[in-house]
């Protein structure tokens, strides 16, 4: 006999909360209980839509009593607002989807002895298909996130800040492919043509490194790159005129900001 799935629980109701309850709810084996706060209204009645296992509170508190394992997923400039005003209980499992805001400070804040982790899930567990970092190591919390995709568990908070900085890369990602669909249109060829080139190419790119993990990226830099040839040509001009150094210096600022809260 299975035994009874955990009653989950949502205060937040954001992007990263719907990317969860969507890879949830899209699983071939059935969604446990699922209770969303009512912010925002829009995302939590999308959300209710979804599956008839999930449910929206008429407020925080409801929530909290409800909740076996209950996800902290609202913006670090509110959270001392929203948790102050919350009573949780003792050894209840917490998992903090808060930026920004250390272990020291949410005990602070949530004021009683719970059993508390910090994840990093990124909008892809929508599609089974993210990785999200967790700290300190728990094997329930880590199980979960393993079924919306893989879950890497940090053995110091120093490894769960750097992957932190890391995950910042995406916006960044975008904005290079942007930008070089723009530099490409502005050669003559047409937008479209551009972005479903680049979007098939960077992908194919990512299922090589992802395929070899026993490969170095540098040796399949130098793989990928003919002596003499273009793509060598690309990365020494790209280094030469500081593209690594800037991008390095993009990591430690952020990497700063997250050490520093």
Request: charged letters at 15%; glycine letters at 6%; a negative charge.
């Amino acid at each position: 006999m299975s035994l009874p799935k955990p009653r989950l629980g949502f205060i937040g109701t954001g992007t990263i909360t719907e990317a969860i309850v969507m890879g949830i709810v899209s699983r071939a084996e059935p969604s446990p209980e699922i209770i969303v706060s009512p912010r925002s209204e829009k995302t939590a009645s999308r959300l209710a839509a979804l599956s008839s296992q999930v449910t929206v509170a008429a407020d925080n508190q409801h929530v909290v009593d409800a909740a076996d394992m209950l996800f902290l997923a609202v913006r670090p400039n509110v959270a001392e607002e929203v948790l102050r005003a919350l009573r949780f209980r003792p050894g209840q499992q917490v998992v903090s989807l808060i930026a920004t805001t250390d272990h020291a400070a949410l005990r602070s804040l949530i004021g009683v002895p719970v059993d508390l982790v910090r994840a990093v899930p990124l909008p892809f567990v929508a599609t089974g298909s993210g990785v999200t970092t967790i700290f300190p190591p728990d094997p329930t919390v880590e199980a979960f996130f393993s079924t919306l995709g893989t879950a890497v568990a940090c053995k110091t908070i120093e490894e769960f800040d750097v992957l932190a900085a890391a995950s910042a890369l995406m916006g960044s990602y975008f904005g290079i492919m942007d930008h070089v669909v723009g530099w490409m249109q502005s050669k003559g060829l047409p937008r479209e043509s551009a972005r479903a080139y680049l979007t098939q190419h960077f992908l194919s790119l990512s299922t090589v490194a992802f395929h070899n993990p026993s490969t170095s990226l540098e040796d399949l830099r130098h793989e990928y790159s003919t002596k003499g040839g273009l793509n060598e040509s690309m990365f020494a001009q790209f280094n030469k005129d500081g593209g690594l150094k800037a991008l390095a210096h993009a990591l430690d600022v952020v990497l700063a900001r997250i050490q520093a809260s």
